[in-house]
């Protein structure tokens, strides 16, 4: 059963581990050498990596300033390590600005990475995807072009945050959305085309922005961003973390509540996956030296789940998870599909 845990092959997991800097302690943020914001986790083997961006702004700045997507990851979800940028907007030559939030699923054998992107065309912000061989890339423009934009018909009001769901049966979903405007559609197989209408998920209460999706005990997870002080936030300038259930990818969802209250910064934008059987949440919030609402870092903490399925507001904490050295089961599949396949003795 998929979990949105990725579990993926361990021989080329751990081949592909190639420290670029000495892992950082074990704190939170994870990383305060440079600034990282809007986290998307992916598991491959006993790996978690986190895809990011990375705040440029200089202190004081009113505005983002956002060129290149950088990878880190830890053997242990404490410790870890920075590979640097592995796509930048340079990636997609038809792009000109924006390298906003972004996240990697995969597929085929190959690592499809999901950008918020300004295409330099009608509108303002667009989905591009990128695509490699390893979770480290090289990575490549996929499509030649924007996945989703303005010209998309029913598109959201700003096409950002997209996020990639792939179910037991091989279906992969694209979800994204900002400016209270949700949207999902179905992806064909080759995972750079939607496959039929762009439609609107129903029962996302207060949805703002940063859609994440997961899947656990055959219950479908919906996490977003909302800004509404009704219980959420102290302004509406800042977010929190809500979250839906439904028992179809495809909705209709069902709001359970607050799962991460307001972070330091004005954005909040969470990832949920499972890791050697731990639930970990990474987030971004503004506690790294000189941080502030244009110059976020990525940090990581524990998720708890009730014995109903909901689940236990998230703590924040300044010291992270401890080391997790405990060794998940591995499959040999290549993607969650296969994965799934696998488990159920097929030989696909």
Same mark, same amino acid.
């Given at each position: ?10 021989g ?10 000495p ?5 939170n943020p994870?990383v305060?050498?440079?600034?990282? +914001?809007d986290?998307a ?6 790996t978690?990596y ?24 830890s053997a242990d ?25 972004s996240?990697v699923?995969p597929r ?13 065309? +009608?509108?303002?912000?667009d989905?591009?995807?990128a695509v ?9 423009d996929a499509?030649?072009g924007?996945l989703v934009?303005?010209s998309?018909p029913?598109s959201?009001?700003l ?8 179910d037991?049966?091989?279906?992969a979903y694209?979800y994204?959305g /900002?400016?209270w405007?949700?949207? !999902?559609a179905?992806?064909? /197989?080759? !995972?750079?085309e939607?496959?039929?209408?762009v ?8 949805f703002w922005?940063?859609p994440? !999706?997961?899947?656990r005990?055959?219950?479908?997870y !919906?996490?977003?961003?909302?800004n509404?002080?009704?219980g959420?936030?102290?302004s509406?300038?800042y977010?929190c973390?809500?979250?839906?259930? +439904?028992?179809?990818p495809?909705?209709p969802?069902t709001h ?5 209250g &307001?972070v ?5 934008h969470?990832?949920?996956? &499972?890791?050697k059987?731990?639930w970990?949440?990474v987030y971004?919030?503004a506690n ?5 609402n244009?110059r976020?870092?990525v940090?990581?903490d ?6 109903d ?12 998870p ?14 969650p ?5 696998i ?6």
């Open positions: 059963m998929r979990t949105r845990s990725r579990v993926l092959g361990l080329a997991a751990l081949a592909l581990v190639t420290a670029l800097a892992p950082a302690l074990a704190a994870i305060t050498g440079h600034y990282t +914001a986290p986790p992916l598991v491959v083997g006993n978690m986190v895809y990011a961006g990375r705040d440029e702004a200089p202190a004081g700045s009113s505005n983002f300033l956002m060129r290149e997507w950088r990878v880190l990851s979800a404490a410790n870890w390590t920075d590979h640097g940028a592995k796509a930048t907007i340079a990636t997609f030559p038809w792009a000109g600005a924006d390298a906003w939030a996240e699923e085929n054998g190959k690592y499809y990475w999901y950008t918020s992107v300004n295409g330099r065309g +009608a509108g303002w912000m989905i591009g995807v490699g061989d390893s979770p480290l890339g090289p990575f490549r499509k030649g924007p934009s303005d998309t029913n959201s009001g096409n950002i945050d997209p996020t990639v769901f792939t037991d049966n091989g279906q694209l994204w /900002s400016y405007a949700p949207r !999902m179905k992806l064909k /197989s080759n !995972m750079i939607l496959d039929g209408p439609t609107t998920p129903v029962g996302l209460a207060n922005e940063a994440w !999706m997961f899947k005990n055959n219950l479908y !919906m996490v977003y961003a909302a509404d002080t009704n959420c936030v102290t509406s300038s977010a973390q809500r979250y839906a259930t +439904a028992t179809s495809t909705g969802w359970r509540g607050v799962l991460l &307001q330091s910064s004005t954005t909040n969470a990832g949920i996956v &499972q890791f059987n731990q970990y949440i971004h919030n790294a030296p000189g941080g502030g244009f976020r870092s940090a990581v524990l998720v708890n789940f009730n014995a399925g909901t689940i236990q507001r998230v703590v924040q904490t300044s010291t992270g401890p080391p997790n050295n405990s060794l998940a089961k591995v499959l040999s599949g290549g993607d599909f296969q994965d799934n396949q488990q159920q003795g097929s030989t696909r």
